[in-house]
């Protein structure tokens, strides 16, 4: 069974920073994409971060967080991180994790994972 389990939400100033982990079982981690994601009542959602959990696992980012958040693995851990730095209050939202089972080249595109966790919330303040 697939389990995405996200930790490591809050409240933060704007400026400031939060780490976001996604613990992900064994079998799900292996070689493939694992994803994050964002949403805010009523609107959809959006892709924030990916890396393959190879090795040498590539990352990809949306264009929105490019320079501020990081996406790492720790593979003895099957965990997946997201370093947030110099947050905005626009970055407030709803967390998610996601994997994708399917592919080798990772996306952001929400549509295109399978499994989810449950979310964990992030608010910054002005």
């Known amino acids: 069974q697939v389990q995405l389990v996200e930790t490591g939400g809050g409240s933060v100033q704007a400026g400031g920073s939060l780490r976001l982990s996604c613990a992900v079982d064994?079998?799900?981690?292996?070689?493939?994409?694992i994803g994050w994601f964002r949403q805010t009542p009523g609107k959809e959602r959006e892709g924030v971060a990916a890396i393959y959990t190879a090795d040498d696992g590539g990352t990809f980012y949306a264009d929105s967080v490019k320079g501020r958040f990081t996406i790492s693995q720790d593979n003895a851990e099957n965990t997946v991180y997201l370093q947030m730095n110099n947050l905005k209050p626009e970055d407030t939202a709803m967390y998610y994790c996601?994997?994708?089972?399917?592919?080798?080249?990772?996306?952001?595109?929400?549509?295109?994972?399978?499994?989810w966790g449950q979310g964990t919330q992030v608010t910054v303040s002005s």
């Open positions: 996601a994997a994708d089972l399917h592919r080798f080249l990772c996306t952001v595109v929400p549509s295109d994972y399978d499994s």
């Open positions: 064994a079998d799900t981690y292996n070689m493939n994409c």
